[in-house]
């Protein structure tokens, strides 16, 4: 619901970047301080409670 308006409903890419197997591309960490930084405008920081951010991870671990 956050992000599927910049990087796509199927994660392929919009505004932002597809997002397909990003998890082979980037690390937990990365990806991490990626949500959370808010340093890549137009990408807004987002906070997340751990559960939402451990949840989040592991979907995009998926793609
Ligand atoms: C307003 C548009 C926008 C929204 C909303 C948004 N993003 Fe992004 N996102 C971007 C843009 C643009 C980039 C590229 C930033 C750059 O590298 O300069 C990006 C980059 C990324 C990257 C890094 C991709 C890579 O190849 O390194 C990840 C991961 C990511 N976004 C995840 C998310 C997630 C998860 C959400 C929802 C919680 C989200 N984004 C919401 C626009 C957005």
């Not at 082979?24 to 301080?33: A, E, K, P, T, Y």
């Amino acid at each position: 619901m956050n992000c599927s308006g910049c990087h796509g409903v199927d994660a392929q890419g919009r505004v932002g970047p597809s997002l397909i197997q990003i998890s082979d591309r980037r690390s937990q960490l990365h990806l991490i301080q990626q949500i959370t930084s808010g340093q890549t405008p137009p990408m807004p920081k987002f906070q997340a409670q751990p559960q939402e951010m451990a949840d989040l991870l592991s979907y995009l671990n998926k793609l």
